[in-house]
Each structure stands twice: as structure tokens, then as C-alpha cells.
């Protein structure tokens, strides 16, 4: 079946450092979406890429679709304790395109 | 706040224990997912509901179901427990219109500890 790997597993930088996340998939994705779960929380939706190529900016954070559609990203730059989360990126998945595949999720860690 | 809430928050019960997770989704939403959260693991989806009627199942194991009422509430039945269904259940609503290109909002989850 499908998979959404992500990578890395986990994070550690230093406040004010660059920190990027990178999801792939087994399979052509026709969308993908982004989510933030904080430590002790419920995971909270970003944002979602359609297009081939498309990269879209929430202030520091910048999230690109592969032109292959099938691997995406999230940039966060100049990071602040405010990104400690993890990381989710989800799918449709390829059985059906009712349901979302999560990736395992990139936990990231904010020293300050 | 997401406008979908879960209760309860916190539940412990026993090896072999039934239990009945609720949802309620945003206002509006006609879609609800249920996910499973396990230590240190990522979201696995066991089944969604639309108005109603099952839509979508993924990885639910026999001993689980689920149901969505008139009202759009849903719950999440786990029987014959064991001690490796400790995890966060975690309930999403989304309007249901495009399904997977929805917004799935999560509610606060529930967290299920079987001793």
C-alpha cells in the first residue's frame, strides 16, 4: 500500500537556526497537506499544496509540492520556541481517496 | 479551539473493558474521522463517517466500531481491550463536501490508558 515516509524522525536546533522537514510518497499524491501538533496537544492544519510545483509562504514557514507530486517540504526559517512540534505531512491515500495517510511526522525541538 | 470537542479527556479501564469514546464536530461538518495515536507514533486512520454512514475504513480492528447519530455526533466503541490499545484517540471534522481536500479539524482527543 501507500506510503508517506518523513524525514528526519526528529529535530534539535538552536533558536534563530533553519529547519526543514521533507515527506515523501510511494505514489503520485493530488494533494498534500501540512499539520502542527503541539507537545500535549491535537494536530492543527497549515496548509495545502495542489499544484505541481507550488510552493505558498506563511510568514516563516515555506512549504513546496515536488514537481512530481509525489515528495513535499516545510522550511521554517529563523526558528523561534514558539515551531517546537511535530511536524505532519498527509495524503490522500492511493486505496481511497477518502481517507489521508499521515507521514510519521518530523518532532522538532527549539533550544533557546 | 477547533470546535470539535471529545470526551471524555482521560480514561483508564481494564484488560478485556468496553468503552464508548464521543465526538461532537464543528458546527456544520457532516464528516468525522477517527484516528489512533499510540506513543511516539504517527496518525492512523481507522474510519470515517458522512451524515451518517460509514465513508472510509482504514486499519480498525474487529473488536472497534463506530457509529454517526442524526445529530452528526459520533462514537467510537473499543471492546475486549488490551493493553495495546493505550493510546489517543483522536476524532476530526471536516465540511465533507471534497473529502480528502477538506480541512479535517481535530478535536482535543481522548486518551486511553487499558491497565
Known amino acids: 500500500g501507500q506510503q508517506v515516509m518523513q524525514i528526519p524522525q526528529y529535530q534539535h536546533v538552536q533558536e534563530g537556526e533553519d529547519f526543514t522537514t521533507y515527506c515523501n510518497s510511494s505514489t503520485t499524491l493530488s494533494n498534500i497537506q501540512w499539520y502542527k501538533q503541539r507537545p500535549g496537544g491535537h494536530p492543527v492544519f497549515l496548509i495545502q499544496?495542489?499544484?505541481?510545483?507550488e510552493v505558498k509562504k506563511q510568514k516563516r514557514l515555506t512549504f513546496q509540492f515536488g514537481e512530481a507530486k509525489k515528495n513535499s517540504s516545510l522550511h521554517i526559517t529563523a526558528t523561534q520556541t514558539t515551531d517546537v512540534g511535530t511536524y505532519f505531512c498527509?495524503?490522500?491515500?492511493?486505496?481511497?481517496?477518502?481517507?489521508?495517510?499521515f507521514g510519521s511526522g518530523t518532532q522538532l525541538t527549539v533550544l533557546p | 479551539d477547533s470546535g470539535v470537542t471529545q470526551t471524555p479527556k482521560h480514561l483508564i479501564t481494564a484488560t478485556g473493558q468496553r468503552v464508548t469514546l464521543r465526538c461532537s464536530p464543528r458546527?456544520?461538518?457532516?464528516?468525522v474521522y477517527w484516528y489512533q495515536q499510540s506513543l511516539d507514533q504517527g496518525l492512523q486512520f481507522l474510519i470515517q463517517y458522512y451524515n451518517g454512514e460509514e465513508r472510509a475504513k482504514g486499519n480498525i480492528l474487529e473488536r472497534f466500531s463506530a457509529q454517526q447519530f442524526p445529530d452528526l455526533h459520533s462514537e467510537l466503541n473499543l471492546s475486549s481491550l488490551e493493553l495495546g490499545d493505550s493510546a489517543l484517540y483522536f476524532c476530526a471534522s471536516s465540511v465533507g463536501i471534497r473529502d480528502v481536500t477538506d480541512t479535517q479539524y481535530f478535536g482535543p482527543g481522548t486518551r486511553l490508558t487499558v491497565l
Open positions: 458546527s456544520g461538518d457532516l464528516s
Open positions: 499544496l495542489v499544484k505541481s510545483g
Open positions: 498527509a495524503g490522500p491515500s492511493s486505496g481511497s481517496a477518502r481517507q489521508l495517510t
